[in-house]
């Protein structure tokens, strides 16, 4: 099966993982590369300030850059987008697609939190995808909007699920984000060289939503969200790519730490060609000072979690947990969630 899809935003940081990401791939055949009016009509290969660590696909390369409307793909015949707009760009740009029949996946931020727009990671809560029902009823879209949860979230909340066995009644974290995450210009070199910067605006509000929501359950036609507290400190460091947390985690059980580390490894990976064999490796206590961010983010062709320094705490547990932000925390979150919609028959 061959589906053609196009990507809105493909000129910038996370536009342009989704070519890396898209190249060679089984089921998807890019077919359309949209961008700001500025770009519009020049070739790819002109228009994108290219930064990744491959080359651009020959293809793509010498493909025609066009508007970020219906219209400007009309002649693509496109079934499924990526959107990898600014949050602000998606809120007014999606819907029009959505009208027009599209099913977008999109990394963007707005709208994570509606309640009849699924917010997913495939191997944590593939059943939310049935709000799509929900969605088109309420909203009379023909289209489908399905969103994945912020870099930092996606970065937590696997293993989250996997302690909730354990009674999961409260998170707090501490995060430690590289700078990719802000995209090519959001930090200076002066700002960051040297330095920390303790907030990140709007980043722990999204995590202590996402997380609650993606751990929530759904009875096929409402969302729960989870009840257990989340509160997050979120801050900018200087390394390239890769967030690394440290997570306390309140328990209403006592685990052993090899029960912990079993339930984390054997958290099932999703059936889906760019899953990881294994959702989340855990290094046990010969390796205390792992996960680092350029030793472990490109673990599982960085679709993958990396947990470590598995601790017992006053209250339940502390680790810390890694991922790369733009792989797995971005174009990676959302290309697994459109093959997740065609594994389901939505596309």
């Not at 599982?300 to 947990?321: D, E, H, P, W």
Request: charged share 25%; proline share 5%.
């Amino acid at each position: 099966m061959s589906v053609r899809v196009g990507i809105l935003g493909a000129t910038g940081a996370v536009g342009q993982r989704f070519i890396q990401l898209l190249d060679d791939h089984p089921t998807f055949e890019l077919a359309a590369v949209t961008a700001s009016a500025d770009s519009a009509g020049r070739t790819y290969r002109d228009a994108a300030k290219w930064r990744v660590d491959t080359p651009i696909p020959d293809d793509v390369a010498e493909m025609e850059v066009v508007e970020t409307s219906p219209d400007g793909i009309a002649d693509a015949d496109v079934d499924l987008l990526f959107s990898s707009l600014p949050s602000g760009v998606a809120a007014e740009i999606e819907p029009a697609f959505l009208d027009e029949g599209y099913v977008v996946s999109s990394n963007s931020s707005n709208d994570r939190m509606a309640e009849d727009v699924p917010l997913t990671i495939p191997e944590i809560n593939p059943d939310h995808l049935g709000l799509i029902d929900v969605q088109r009823d309420e909203r009379g879209w023909d289209g489908a909007l399905v969103k994945n949860p912020n870099c930092s979230t996606i970065t937590m909340v696997p293993t989250l699920a996997a302690l909730d066995e354990f009674g999961l009644e409260s998170v707090h974290v501490s995060t430690l984000q590289a700078v990719s995450g802000a995209g090519y210009s959001g930090v200076t070199s002066m700002e960051i060289i040297d330095n920390a910067i303790p907030h990140i605006g709007g980043e722990e509000e999204k995590m202590e939503t996402e997380s609650r929501k993606l751990l929530g359950s759904f009875d096929g036609a409402e969302l729960s969200l989870h009840d257990a507290d989340v509160a997050a400190s979120c801050n900018r460091i200087p390394t390239l790519d890769g967030h690394l947390e440290n997570v306390f985690a309140e328990l209403s059980e006592d685990p052993s730490l090899d029960a912990v580390r079993e339930a984390m490894e054997g958290l099932e990976s999703a059936d889906l060609h760019s899953s990881p064999d294994q959702l989340i490796k855990v290094f046990d206590d010969d390796d205390p000072d792992r996960p680092q961010p350029r030793l472990d983010r490109t673990y599982g062709n960085g679709m993958g979690i990396v947990a470590g320094g598995l601790q017992r705490s006053a209250t339940g547990l502390k680790y810390n947990c890694l991922a790369h932000n733009t792989v797995r925390g971005a174009a990676g979150a959302s290309l697994l969630n459109a093959e997740l919609l065609v594994e389901e028959g939505y596309v």
